[in-house]
């Protein structure tokens, strides 16, 4: 079973830049979260959709971040503008049921460095 | 968001020792209780988890046991070896449903 791929996997850009990334969950799998990843800190989540609708993104700094996912599958993630405080690394989850009660599958993540 | 406390934060074992992780939640309501190992530069990936239903649950060297009226859960790592050494996160989840929070993490270091 192919697991949740994500890409890229290293960004480096400055800060007012803008910068997208992407998740393809494991087939199937109805539940897709975005996470942010502070070094030395644990993840945090700041969106999750349920197919294509968000169930939860109360974390998530709306004035600059930004997340979709059109068809219910793949999901993108997007910061604009970037700020130094939003280096970190972007990882993306999926799970194959409703809810938080099903395990979380990871993907590599994406390291964003905002110079 | 919710408060989610994990202890300690840096742990060393001589190889063959125990290692226990200690994690405290707010939220009477959570029911579900995972626990992540992380190596470095890789992605979080489930070791084991527990629900609410019961109190200890026992894969092979690791377990998880959780007192419900405390609202703590612990990672219990015996016969440690030096592949163990990696962070552990908790998490737990909001309610019964979807939020999801984890813990500040524990570095585990086990010497040869």
């Known amino acids: 079973e192919a697991g949740v791929a994500q890409s890229p996997r290293y960004k480096i850009i400055e800060k007012r830049q803008s910068v997208a990334f992407w998740c393809n969950p494991i087939s199937g799998h109805a539940t897709l979260y975005w996470y942010q990843q502070i070094l030395g800190q644990g993840p945090k989540l700041l969106i999750q959709f349920q197919n294509n609708g968000v169930v939860d993104d109360s974390q998530l700094p709306k004035d600059r971040f930004s997340a979709e996912r059109l068809k219910g599958v793949d999901s993108t993630l997007k910061i604009q503008p970037a700020k130094l405080e939003d280096s970190a690394v972007y990882l993306c989850?999926?799970?194959?049921?409703?809810?938080?009660?099903?395990?979380?599958?990871f993907g590599p993540g994406t390291r964003l460095t905002v110079l | 968001g919710e408060n989610v406390e994990q202890h300690p934060s840096t742990l060393s074992v001589q190889e063959g020792d125990s290692a226990v992780i200690k994690c405290t939640y707010s939220?009477?309501?959570?029911?579900?209780f995972p626990w992540y190992k992380q190596e470095l530069g890789k992605r979080p990936q489930l070791i084991i988890d527990?629900?609410?239903?019961?109190g200890e649950k026992k894969d092979q060297r690791i377990a998880v046991t959780l007192n419900k009226t405390a609202k703590h859960f612990s990672l219990h790592i015996t016969e440690t070896q030096p592949e163990d050494s990696a962070v552990y996160f908790c998490a737990f989840n909001f309610g019964t449903g979807n939020q999801f929070y984890f813990g500040t993490g524990t570095s585990l270091t086990v010497i040869p």
């Open positions: 989850a999926s799970s194959l049921v409703e809810g938080s009660q099903d395990t979380q599958y």
């Open positions: 939220d009477s309501a959570s029911n579900y």
């Open positions: 527990i629900r609410s239903n019961v």
